[in-house]
């Protein structure tokens, strides 16, 4: 972990702001992660995620967006989606790992969730997400 967090360093953040996101038939609860801080920390350091329950990352502006699973303990899967909601690509990522996995493309969302949460649902890239979040 970067020096300069804050002193809940080693401890999980679960008391996001939340916003609801529709996956077609699914409502997903999901954590915003809207600061640096917030995005630098993620899901790090959780035993567990509830089965609908996800992080949304948001970025002030579209790039190519590059994440990592160091001090992250469960198996997670990342969307990285366009401004309207699209997928444009799935990663999975596994735990406690610095391999780097990136959008093919610049985005401003991801949105995390338990491995294998959008290939159980048959959501792939090209699927449109909706929620408050993709509205212009």
């Known amino acids: 972990m970067a ?5 809940a360093q080693g401890q999980a953040q679960t008391q996001l702001q939340r ?8 409502l997903i609860d999901t ?7 917030q995005r630098q920390i993620g899901l790090m350091w959780r035993k567990d ?8 990352f948001v970025f002030d502006q ?6 990592w699973m160091r001090n992250t303990l469960t198996a997670l899967t ?13 990663v999975d990522m596994k735990p406690q790992s610095d391999d780097s ?5 610049p985005v401003r969302f991801v949105l995390e969730m338990n491995q294998g949460w959008f290939k159980k649902r048959g ?9 408050q979040a993709f509205k212009p």
């Open 49 to 56: 995620l509830p089965v609908n329950e996800g992080m949304l």
């Open 101 to 105: 996995h990136c959008s093919i493309k």
């Open 19 to 26: 916003t609801k996101i529709g996956a077609g038939m699914h």
């Open 62 to 67: 579209a790039s190519v967006q590059c994440f």
């Open 3 to 7: 020096p300069g967090l804050s002193p």
């Open 123 to 131: 959501i792939a890239a090209g699927f449109k997400l909706t929620g």
């Open 78 to 90: 990342a969307a990285f989606v366009e401004d309207d909601g699209t997928i444009v690509n799935l």
């Open 31 to 37: 954590q915003l992660a809207l600061t640096p801080e």
